[in-house]
């Protein structure tokens, strides 16, 4: 292992697919976040789903025995509030689960989830609780012209099972309906991973990403310049890498392998 990474601190990290799948505690998950404690780093969990909210996320980890609070996270729909703050809308067409919606509205933002005339901008998420009518909501409001948002692009979400379609998969189905594709926020924009540095307090050169998409995480990582690091573990793959034009700068089978080579310098 070269020094680059071994003098890493913190470590930003995908959650679905590259510390767990599903309800299923990936071997080396808890041994890695001791090692990050043990030199002294930070951990924050960067995650483009938007479907649940932080406090349900700490409840999940704590259910599979992972210690942290509300400072090891930062969402997509962080990003996307953050985002929203700086733009001036009458009122969103929130389209996403009851938490997103809760969410933006803790935040102060102008938020419905009804046909109105006065909404100005649609505003989608990874919706577990996707209807068809929300659907049909969609398309005559992208009809009217008005912005188009979305908190991430993944195109599916892993699960215990295989995988179910995630944000981007369902803006492609209305992009065939509606010829209209969305801006969005999260990874794999920079903007997610370097507002997480900014707050805990580290450069890019202490810093590495961790995930297991090249087109979401590594390339966030790209983009943000820092360090990359791929583990095969969730739904990318070597034919991904050998493909794409995203390379990460480090691959691992997963966080085990990553924690194993570390912990051996650590001797």
Known sequence: MDDKLKNKRLFLLDMDGTIYLGNDLFDGTLDFLEYVKKIGGRYIFLTNNSSKSVDKYIEKLASLGIDADENNFFTSTNATIMYFEKHSYKKIYALGTQSF????????????????????????????????????????????????????????????????????????????????????????????????????????DETAIIGDRLYTDIACGVNAGISTIFVLSGEGTMDDVINGETKPEYIYHNIQELYNELSEVQK
């Open 101 to 204: 919606k809760d969410q933006l509205k803790i935040a102060g933002l102008n938020i419905t989830d009804r046909l109105e005339d006065d909404i100005d901008c649609l505003c989608m998420g990874f919706d577990t609780e996707l209807t068809f009518q929300k659907l049909e909501d969609a398309c005559i409001l992208l009809g009217r012209d008005i912005d188009y948002i979305a908190t991430n692009p993944d195109w599916v979400c892993p699960t215990s099972y295989g995988y179910v379609p995630d944000c981007g998969s369902v803006s492609e189905m209305l992009y065939n309906a509606t010829k209209r594709r969305p801006y969005f926020i999260g990874k794999p924009r920079p903007d997610i991973a370097l507002l997480a540095m900014s707050k805990a307090g580290y450069s890019a």
